[in-house]
């Protein structure tokens, strides 16, 4: 789902502030429409991105800026000519946008399998252009996609609500899925929440 960016409801422009507000955030079973227009304001700069920028020559890299038990802000640094997998995002609620240069995105709807590791037959269907200014949701585990950077480099930047764990990666050759436990290329040299006490309850 693709969210226009004529929704934004203010002017923040440091990691800090869009930390702040994502922290205010309740996260619920459906994805929240506050996410999308956070990330759609959150005007950062290079600058402001910097210490979270960690750029393989080949493959992407994921850069950890901020997580606590709720959701988790990454920071994708995508050199020209990396992909990612066909992958789903473990069933948790998927935010991403594109800070600088552009990303392909390519859909793939589950056939046959996939509910396990294993034999998974995966088929495409839309696919398109990413960039600043748009927001890309994701919430189910039949909601596949592989990311690409063929034309120019590209950072991202994503909110998994809860912190993405593991997640499905599917080979539409083989017709075959396995689960990957995700990792942290690098993270931030001042202290990171990983863990807080819970909320209460309304
Ligand atoms: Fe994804």
Redesign the pocket.
């Known amino acids: 789902m693709l969210v226009e960016a004529d929704t934004v409801p203010a002017n923040r422009d440091s990691v800090d502030s869009l930390i702040t507000g994502l922290k205010r955030i309740e996260f619920g079973s459906l994805p929240s429409s506050s996410v999308g227009a956070l990330l759609q304001s959150a005007r950062l700069d290079h600058a402001d991105l910097r210490p979270y920028l960690d750029f393989d020559d080949i493959r992407y890299t994921r850069n950890l800026i901020f997580r606590n038990d709720h959701f988790e802000l990454l920071a994708l640094c995508w050199p020209l000519g990396s992909s990612?997998a066909v992958?789903d995002?473990g069933g948790k609620q998927?935010y991403?946008t594109v800070h600088s240069g552009s990303l392909t995105f390519e859909d793939f709807f589950i056939m046959t399998g996939g509910k396990r590791e294993g034999y998974a037959q995966v088929a495409p269907a839309a696919s398109g252009i990413l960039t600043p200014g748009l927001v890309d949701v994701?919430s189910s585990d039949l909601d596949l996609?592989r990311?690409s950077a063929p034309n120019e480099r590209a950072i991202s930047l994503h909110v998994y609500a809860k912190p993405l764990d593991r997640y499905m990666v599917f080979n539409p050759e083989t017709r075959s899925c396995r689960t990957v436990f995700a990792h942290y290329d690098s993270v931030p040299a001042s202290p990171v929440l990983l863990s807080e006490p819970a909320r209460s309850t309304p």
């Open positions: 990612s992958h995002h998927a991403m994701r996609h990311v």
